[in-house]
Structure formats: structure tokens, C-alpha cells
């Protein structure tokens, strides 16, 4: 029974800061790729980073330079700092996840999705 909660979400005038945050738990052996999503409204939801276990990121175009994904292993939590915020950046923030359970066969992984919180700048 593994789940993602993420908090940090909030309202923020342009030009500030957010820091989201993701803490997984229940039975997990390890977890791999850990991601961040976001689905603005009438668009389609779009990965904004992602870090898999081995540090390596990866930032969507929009917001490199801006936002930066870390992770603290030990604790299974990934956080996402959102710095200079922009009105576009207004949606609903998707923690996910790719973790190998306790109980699984050993090498095998399974998604998980967390419940989003609503990220708002205003202009």
C-alpha cells in the first residue's frame, strides 16, 4: 500500500516562490524515477522534471532555469523548487513515481501518482 502526498502547493504573486514537496511510504524496497507533472487548465498534462535515482535531471523548457527537483532518498521524498513564478505556471502539480514494493518479485517496479496540489500565480 504505497502512497504519494504532496503538499507546498498555494497562491504566489509573479516573481515569488514555492517549494512543492512528495514523501512516499508503505512497503517500498527502493525508488527509482521520481517526477513532477502538471496539468494547467484546458491544456494537457506535461512532465516539468524529473531526476531518476541516479541524480541526472531533466527540466521541461518552460521552466529551466527556474524551478529545480531534488530528492532526499533516505526520507523517499522528492521536493520541487519553484523560484521567479509566472502566471503560466498556474495548474495542478502530479508528484509520480516508479518504486520496486517489499512484496514485489525483486527487479520489478510499479507508477504511482500523487493526489496534485493546485500551485496559483497571480500577475
Known amino acids: 500500500q504505497v502512497q504519494l502526498v504532496e503538499s507546498g502547493g498555494g497562491l504566489v504573486q509573479a516573481g515569488g516562490s514555492l517549494r512543492l514537496s512528495c514523501a512516499a511510504s508503505?512497503?517500498?524496497?527502493?525508488?527509482?524515477?521520481m517526477s513532477w507533472y502538471r496539468r494547467a487548465p484546458g491544456k494537457q498534462r506535461e512532465l516539468v522534471a524529473t531526476?531518476?535515482?541516479?541524480?541526472?535531471?531533466n527540466y521541461a523548457d518552460s521552466v529551466r532555469g527556474r524551478f529545480t527537483i531534488s530528492r532526499d532518498n533516505a526520507k523517499n521524498t522528492v521536493y520541487l523548487q519553484m523560484n521567479n513564478l509566472k502566471p503560466e505556471d498556474t495548474a495542478v502539480y502530479y508528484c509520480y513515481a516508479q518504486i520496486e514494493t517489499a512484496y514485489s518479485t525483486f527487479g520489478t517496479q510499479s507508477t504511482y501518482w500523487g493526489q496534485g496540489t493546485q500551485v496559483t500565480v497571480s500577475s
Open positions: 531526476m531518476p535515482s541516479g541524480g541526472n535531471t
Open positions: 508503505g512497503p517500498i524496497f527502493r525508488v527509482n524515477n
